[in-house]
């Protein structure tokens, strides 16, 4: 089973910016469809953006394009989540996720998404 894992997360002033990274251990992320979700206190998990396995990118989540970008390192097996003038409401567990090996391309359905790393902390403050 694929195990996703986030990190970067941490604290960044409104405007700012942050780069998250999902790695996975003992599999090419380059064969998975991978997507970036947030959940923000006492709100359902969002999804905001999505790479497929060709590196095209889907956007979920009207409120991050143009701030928000998905890439892939293919060296480094981890695909990444760019974050641009992040706002005082941003704050959240940011979760990368994946619907599974069979999945070519983003899925219109977010339920499609059934395996997820742990989550990374992104704290906005003033």
């Known amino acids: 089973q694929l195990q996703l894992v986030e990190s970067g997360g941490g604290l960044v002033q409104p405007g700012g910016s942050l780069k998250l990274s999902c790695t996975a251990s003992?599999?090419?992320?380059?064969?998975?469809?991978i997507a970036w979700f947030r959940q923000r206190p006492g709100r359902e998990r969002d999804g905001m953006i999505c790479?497929?396995?060709?590196?095209?990118?889907?956007n979920y989540a009207e409120s991050v394009k143009g701030r928000f970008a998905i890439s892939r390192d293919s060296a480094k097996n981890t695909v990444y989540l760019q974050m641009n003038s992040l706002k005082h409401e941003e704050p959240a567990t940011y979760f990368c996720?994946?619907?599974?090996?069979?999945?070519?391309?983003?899925?219109?359905?977010?339920?499609?998404?059934?395996?997820w790393g742990p989550g990374t902390q992104v704290t906005v403050y003033s």
């Open positions: 790479i497929n396995r060709d590196g095209y990118s889907t």
């Open positions: 996720a994946s619907p599974g090996m069979r999945a070519t391309q983003c899925p219109f359905d977010l339920s499609d998404f059934d395996e």
């Open positions: 003992g599999f090419s992320l380059d064969e998975y469809v």
